[in-house]
């Protein structure tokens, strides 16, 4: 994975030849794509069954109800499916070339998502039908995976030889996913035993925030650590807010859990003043790399990046009205976490990927041939219109889900529902035709700059 690094040369013909030299670049490790494009292919099965699955309890959400088994179906194919899988494919192509360290056993890599992807399809059935065959089978395979994924990755971050900022968020981002998996185990034996009485929303507070914030969250600081600058051409910027985001993000979760468990007011609203701090930091350092950055255009993948930060502000917002109003105006809550996983975190994540899986996809595909036939660049193996249309209908769509769960009217939320599964069938259209190669007419002969993958996404 890499950036545009480069900005355009003219090739045979005016067309645009670029060559960033892959010196400092997160080029695609070797022996880690097969890795990478299985975690990718399922994370993005995953998002259009999420989708699909939002239209559906679009009335659900309308009502506020948040403890329906159909909306933790679908926010699971969110959280589990989508993010999960695609962080772990992710993994398995940063590590080896930003820590220096390559995955500890890439068996026990393949092995992890034959064991969690599948489980993510029986546990979200699970949920649904509340089988307890399914329940069973589910929370081994989920469970199983897991835990193989934090055996391996954490071996790997034990041998890295660089211990910085990135390093130290995904060892924190692996704790907290540890953690979201026993509060998980912990919910799922109340479903069937009840044996956690009413402060089953209290634990499902923690276990949501563990998840989003501690585990995704958290992750995401570290890795935009080393990727925005990559990506937005800004070295040499003011680093200092990732380490202040991830103490108050980190301390923050540790202390909502704490005070959530002990119903303790004074630590919750500590919580979340340390959270928002959290949150205000990473925007801080992300406006701190977007001030620094060479090419002042952004490309789509950035552009989606950006559209997120600012949902991820509104459920800063929110979270805060959330805890003054409190956990009975389920509407608001609702509105929060669809806010923040939707608009904030998702649209972050499918900004990443339009700016690493065209680029592994055009090193499988087109690497051997440069400088024997004209191949496209990167930034031709999607189209950025399409992309740009897609954020349109993705970031309209979480505003009108916000809206239509705030008004209490299951249209509206339907109407958003609806616009966001058509901006995911956009991005899977753009995804499938990245991993099949199919591309736009390349330049009319390779130019003497194409000895490295010719640019990033526009």
């Known amino acids: 994975m890499t950036a545009t690094l480069s900005s355009a040369a003219a090739g045979p013909g005016g067309a645009p030849l670029r060559a960033p030299p892959m010196a400092g670049s997160l080029a695609p490790a070797g022996g880690s794509l097969p ?76 092995a992890a998502f034959w064991v ?35 055996g391996n990755f954490g071996a790997t971050l034990l041998a890295a030889r660089a211990r910085d900022v990135t390093w130290i968020a995904l060892a924190l981002a692996l704790s907290f996913l540890g953690a979201t998996l026993v509060l998980g185990l912990v919910l799922l034996h109340n479903l069937h035993t009840g044996f956690i009485g009413a402060a089953r929303i209290v634990v499902l507070a923690t276990h949501l925030h563990l998840a989003l914030v501690g585990w995704v969250l958290v992750t995401i600081v570290g890795v935009s650590h080393r990727l925005l600058p990559m990506f937005l051409l800004s070295h040499g910027a003011e680093t200092r807010w990732t380490k202040r985001a991830l103490v108050l993000l980190s301390v923050g979760v540790a202390t909502l859990a704490v005070g959530l468990v ?14 928002l701090g959290g949150l205000i930091a990473f925007l801080a350092q992300a406006r701190a790399f977007h001030r620094a950055r060479i090419r002042r255009r952004l490309d789509v993948g950035m552009q989606f990046a950006a559209t997120a930060l600012v949902f991820l502000a509104v459920a800063g917002l929110l979270g805060v009205a959330v805890l003054a109003a409190g956990a009975a105006h389920g509407r608001l809550a609702t509105a929060y976490i669809a806010v923040g996983l939707l608009g904030g975190i998702v649209l972050y994540v499918v900004g990443f990927f339009y700016k690493i899986v065209p680029l592994l996809a055009w090193t499988g595909h087109y690497r051997g041939r440069m400088g024997k036939e004209a191949v496209p660049t990167v930034a031709q193996t999607f189209s950025a219109r399409l992309a740009t249309v897609q954020l349109w209908l993705m970031a309209s769509a979480v505003a009108l889900i916000a809206v239509g769960i705030g008004g209490g009217d299951p249209v509206v939320v339907r109407i958003g529902a609806s616009l966001f599964l058509a901006g995911v069938l956009v991005f899977a259209w753009q995804i499938g035709g990245v991993a099949l190669g199919r591309a736009a007419p390349a330049p009319a002969a390779p130019g003497p700059a194409a000895a490295n993958p010719p640019g990033g996404a526009e």
């Open 262 to 275: 002990a119903a303790g007011d004074a630590l919750t609203w500590a919580a979340g003043v340390l959270l």
């Open 35 to 110: 890795l990478a494009a299985e975690h990718f292919a399922a994370s993005m099965l995953y998002l259009l069954a999420g989708a699909v699955g939002l239209v559906w309890v679009a009335p659900e959400l309308a009502r506020g109800s948040y403890l329906s088994p159909h909306v933790a179906a679908v926010t699971h194919l969110f959280t589990l499916g989508w993010l999960t899988t695609t962080i772990f494919g992710a993994l398995c192509q940063l590590l080896p070339v930003a820590l220096g360290a390559p995955v500890r056993s890439t068996r026990v890599a393949h």
């Open 116 to 150: 969690f992807a599948p489980g993510v399809a029986v546990f979200v059935a699970a949920l649904e039908t509340g089988a307890m065959a399914l329940r069973v089978s589910g929370v081994l395979l989920v469970g199983s995976g897991i835990l193989l994924a934090i």
